[in-house]
């Protein structure tokens, strides 16, 4: 999975190709900031906090 971030200017048409896209989702900030917060108060995320790569792991429920 990648996650990407872009900016477009509102008047402009989004031309997306569905050949190239399997499947795509679009969220806002805020709905990533929701996301974000739900994991960092999950309880099985906070069980792992002695794990050395746990800044790596992003997890979105």
Request: proline fraction near 5%.
């Amino acid at each position: 999975m990648y996650a990407f971030s872009a900016v477009a200017d509102k008047k402009q048409k989004l031309d997306i190709s569905i050949d190239e896209l399997e499947s795509a989702m679009w969220f806002s900030r805020l709905d990533v900031k929701e996301a974000l917060e739900r994991v960092e108060a999950d309880p099985y995320f906070k069980g792992i906090k002695e794990w050395p790569h746990k800044h790596d792991l992003r997890y979105i429920p």
